[in-house]
């Protein structure tokens, strides 16, 4: 089994920045990658951002390239996302996730509200 929890959402106006954090733990041996997603109410649940088990490849969403950075901590078993200039339609409740060869894993989900 893996546990994520995330950690870092809160409250920014608008063109601030705030990081994310994902702390794995469990069996988190082997995985394909890691993963931040976001959800906002009445709409599905949408990739952010995309990390390689190896750190060597990420892929973003075309709405926050240039704005959003994802990165790995592997002694800390952790995964960041480091997100600059922020919008209002930022805002969701953001996900970390981590994909195995069989199953995926999911962790309780942070808040990340932007204002005006």
């Known amino acids: 089994q893996v546990q994520l929890v995330e950690s870092g959402g809160g409250l920014v106006q608008a063109g601030g920045s705030m990081r994310l954090s994902c702390t794995a733990s469990?069996?988190?041996?082997?995985?394909?990658?890691m993963a931040w997603y976001r959800q906002t109410p009445g709409k599905e649940r949408e990739s952010v951002a995309r990390?390689?088990?190896?750190?060597?490849?990420?892929v973003y969403a075309d709405s926050v390239k240039g704005r959003f950075t994802i990165s790995r901590d592997n002694a800390k078993n952790t995964m960041y996302l480091q997100m600059n200039d922020l919008k209002p339609e930022d805002t969701a409740v953001y996900y970390c996730?981590?994909?195995?060869?069989?199953?995926?894993?999911w962790g309780q989900g942070t808040q990340v509200t932007v204002s005006e």
């Open positions: 996730n981590l994909r195995k060869i069989v199953g995926a894993y």
């Open positions: 469990g069996r988190i041996s082997s995985f394909i990658f």
């Open positions: 990390i390689s088990d190896g750190g060597g490849t990420t």
